[in-house]
């Protein structure tokens, strides 16, 4: 229950990223009924779960909400660090914030190529400054996490984040019923 308490406080964090998300984007109506969704989902979840089998929900200790709070957070100052002309310290920033991201769940990195693409557009003549910026970024992503690429370099003596064999039979036994 200590535990659950605890992700509890850190899962609250959750609506509140969605607030400031949807308030960047659409505006302070759109961004409360967006956390008020969230609230309300994960309400609904915990009252269902005894009925499901497979569901993500607070009381669990699943990767799904960490990976959405991180990469919540990591779309809003991503839109700061857009209209602000590509900032050295916000790209750093960033690249902290996926690096743990990654560690929770590596998916989470196919979101860099569509950011960089929208700063181009958004602003095409701060190429130099978006380059300088992202090479920041992924240079703190490669050190966030180089502690875990070594650790599975040492066990396997190979640089990979997780195991496509242990990843396949976790699959098979969650869908083998």
């Keep these: 229950s200590n535990v659950i308490a605890v992700q509890s406080m850190f899962f609250a964090f959750f609506p509140v990223l969605l607030y400031f998300f949807g308030k960047e984007f659409f505006g302070r109506p759109i961004g409360i009924s967006i956390a008020f969704l969230a609230i309300l989902r994960d309400y609904i979840s915990n009252d269902v779960a005894p009925f499901t089998g497979n569901l993500s929900y607070s009381k669990?200790?699943?990767?799904?909400?960490?990976?959405?709070?991180?990469l919540v957070l990591f779309l809003l100052l991503s839109i700061r660090w857009i209209k602000a002309g590509f900032p050295a310290f916000s790209g750093v920033m960033l690249g902290g914030i996926l690096g743990i991201a990654m560690l929770i769940r590596t998916q989470v990195v196919v979101v860099v190529p569509l950011v960089i693409l929208f700063g181009l557009l958004v602003q095409p003549r701060g190429l130099v400054p978006l380059l300088k910026s992202t090479l920041l970024m992924f240079m703190v992503i490669t050190l966030v996490v180089s502690p875990w690429?070594?650790?599975?370099?040492?066990?396997?003596?190979?640089?990979i984040f997780d195991s496509p064999e242990s990843q396949t039979a976790n699959l098979a036994l969650r869908y083998s019923r």
């Design 60 to 70: 669990v200790y699943l990767s799904e909400i960490p990976t959405a709070i991180f």
């Design 149 to 159: 690429l070594w650790r599975n370099w040492r066990l396997t003596g190979t640089v």
